[in-house]
């Protein structure tokens, strides 16, 4: 039950991402809507993961997938750029992310 | 410096306010002033995303958000600081840098371009 509340909360993560992408090129309620609210379901089941799961590996996973899911997002459907340099970047954010979390 | 990157500063710097206010709220009033903050800090966050990739602002976000969360975790509430976790920071920190250059340097092909 708790992987499958981190799971769905990372989803929600991602829908908030591309709420934030919609609502930053087109500031139209619905799109504030989806961003705001992916947002605010994906910590509200982040928090109730919390009590199956110890907090620091369901935060490390959470973010992880989160962080992970929404670049690829927008590299597979808003068309942004996949140079080498992004990718090796946004990799060492990644993995500097989960690790940290995982830690604390 | 793009005027993009001063919204990516502020979104990280109300992000470490609210990360701070989730630590030290008590009552309602508390919560209030956070989810203001929380507010105003996504709104800064959607301003940065208009001219720069939301990928490459929400990874920055997430990133300043956890180096910080680290970091008020050892110098205000008492946590353990090891080698392990400076060196995920130091890796962190040179994925933000590595995306600014990036970003850098297509402005740069794009400047090159229009002049071709």
Redesign the interface.
């Given at each position: 039950m708790g992987w499958f509340l981190v799971f769905i909360a990372a989803v929600s993560e991602i829908i908030g991402v591309i709420g934030l992408k919609m609502f930053s090129q087109n500031k139209t309620l619905k799109n504030m809507l989806i961003f705001v609210g992916g947002f605010g379901i994906a910590f509200a089941l982040l928090y109730a993961s919390f009590t199956y799961l110890q907090i620091s590996v369901a935060y490390a996973v959470w973010i992880g997938i989160g962080t992970a899911g929404a670049v690829v997002v927008n590299m597979i459907f808003f068309g942004e750029s996949k140079s080498r340099a992004r990718i090796v970047s946004l990799f060492a954010i990644v993995i500097g992310v989960t690790g940290l979390k995982a830690l604390s | 410096m793009n005027k993009a990157w001063v919204y990516v500063i502020l979104t990280c710097l109300f992000e470490w306010m609210w990360i701070f206010g989730f630590n030290v709220a008590t009552t309602w009033w508390h919560w209030a002033i956070v989810i203001t903050i929380i507010?105003i800090d996504?709104y800064f966050?959607?301003?940065?995303?208009?001219s720069l990739?939301?990928?490459?602002v929400?990874?920055?976000f997430?990133?300043v958000g956890?180096?910080g969360?680290?970091l008020m975790?050892v110098f205000i509430f008492g946590?353990s600081f090891?080698v392990?976790?400076g060196?995920?920071?130091?890796?962190?920190?040179?994925?933000?840098?590595?995306?600014k250059?990036?970003d850098n340097?297509?402005e740069e092909d794009d400047i090159q371009k229009g002049v071709a």
């Amino acid at each position: 039950m708790g992987w499958f509340l981190v799971f769905i909360a990372a989803v929600s993560e991602i829908i908030g991402v591309i709420g934030l992408k919609m609502f930053s090129q087109n500031k139209t309620l619905k799109n504030m809507l989806i961003f705001v609210g992916g947002f605010g379901i994906a910590f509200a089941l982040l928090y109730a993961s919390f009590t199956y799961l110890q907090i620091s590996v369901a935060y490390a996973v959470w973010i992880g997938i989160g962080t992970a899911g929404a670049v690829v997002v927008n590299m597979i459907f808003f068309g942004e750029s996949k140079s080498r340099a992004r990718i090796v970047s946004l990799f060492a954010i990644v993995i500097g992310v989960t690790g940290l979390k995982a830690l604390s | 410096m793009n005027k993009a990157w001063v919204y990516v500063i502020l979104t990280c710097l109300f992000e470490w306010m609210w990360i701070f206010g989730f630590n030290v709220a008590t009552t309602w009033w508390h919560w209030a002033i956070v989810i203001t903050i929380i507010l105003i800090d996504f709104y800064f966050l959607s301003k940065a995303c208009e001219s720069l990739p939301t990928g490459t602002v929400y990874a920055i976000f997430a990133g300043v958000g956890t180096v910080g969360t680290a970091l008020m975790d050892v110098f205000i509430f008492g946590g353990s600081f090891s080698v392990a976790k400076g060196l995920f920071m130091g890796l962190l920190v040179a994925g933000v840098v590595g995306l600014k250059l990036a970003d850098n340097k297509n402005e740069e092909d794009d400047i090159q371009k229009g002049v071709a």
